[in-house]
């Protein structure tokens, strides 16, 4: 495959939903770690969260500083800080949102794990600096949206990553399903119902994405989980 192989792995409620106040159920603990687990299961060398999922789990809305005279202008060239990383955390923020202190994830989600943004060309001289100056490598999805098919290629070309684990959310996984680019779908389904109507489900469409069409998926594996719960392993393409 010219691209690195795409998992999309999540944890919904019975409503689909991948956020809302059943997460905070008692019960709901024992999936989430299982979430974690089953990651760990998979063993894949990178892992990818759009800009709102990165910010709640690790830079916690932390705002940098970059107000300094004589920024020189920096081409929109891919940026390669690390390549022989033993794990990558690819972070998609068109325009350049994160606030990051160092070029790497250390915690449970992966220790260790070399930071890659993925951006737009709009993004700001100073925060291109600050990337280099911290060694966080970068690659350019677009001139002011992003073409996924164009990143997936590049992440299997600049830093030889065979396979991704796409881990939500709800708009960046759906801006996956729009471009085909979902190979698997690694399912924990929590047996509680959120009801709530305007919470984010497992595919949103952004307002700037064409109208999506249904895409198919073909159950290969089904583990039944303890209190209820299901993991799913589908497939886009028939064996
Ligand atoms: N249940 C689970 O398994 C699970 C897993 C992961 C996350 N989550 C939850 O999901 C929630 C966030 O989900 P979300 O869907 O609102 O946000 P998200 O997908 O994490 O991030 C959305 C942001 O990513 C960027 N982005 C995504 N698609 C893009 C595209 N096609 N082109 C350009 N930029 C794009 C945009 O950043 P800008 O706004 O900066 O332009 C967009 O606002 C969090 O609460 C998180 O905890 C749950």
């Given at each position: 495959m010219e691209r690195p192989y795409i998992i999309c792995h999540m944890l919904t409620s019975l409503?689909?939903?991948?956020?809302?106040?059943?997460?905070?159920?008692?019960?709901?603990a024992y999936f989430r770690n299982l979430y974690e687990k089953i990651h760990d299961r998979y063993g894949c060398k990178a892992w990818m969260c759009g800009r709102v999922t990165l910010e709640e789990?690790?830079?916690?809305?932390h705002q940098l500083?970059?107000?300094?005279?004589?920024i020189e202008s920096i081409p929109r060239n891919d940026y390669v800080a690390n390549k022989e990383a033993k794990g990558f955390a690819i972070a998609v923020d068109p325009s350049g949102k994160l606030g990051w202190t160092k070029n790497y994830i250390t915690d449970d989600y992966g220790l260790g794990d070399h930071i890659i943004e993925v951006l737009t060309e709009q993004v700001s001289d100073a925060y291109l600096a600050h990337l280099q100056k911290l060694g966080i490598s970068y690659i350019f999805g677009g001139k002011e949206r992003i073409n996924f098919t164009v990143v997936v290629k590049k992440l299997k070309d600049l830093f030889?990553?065979?396979?991704v684990m796409l881990e939500g959310g709800g708009f960046l996984n759906g801006s996956f399903l729009n471009e085909d680019l979902i190979d698997e779908l690694s399912l924990i389904l929590v047996p509680i119902a959120d009801g709530a109507s305007n919470s984010v489900t497992l595919f949103e469409t952004s307002s700037?994405?064409?109208?999506p069409k249904p895409v198919n998926f073909f159950l290969q594996e089904v583990e039944k989980l303890d209190d209820g719960g299901l993991w799913m392993k589908y497939v886009t393409k028939r064996d």
């Open positions: 409503d689909g939903k991948i956020i809302g106040d059943y997460l905070e159920e008692e019960r709901a789990h690790f830079t916690f809305g500083d970059l107000t300094q005279d004589n030889s990553i065979e396979e700037f994405l064409n109208k």
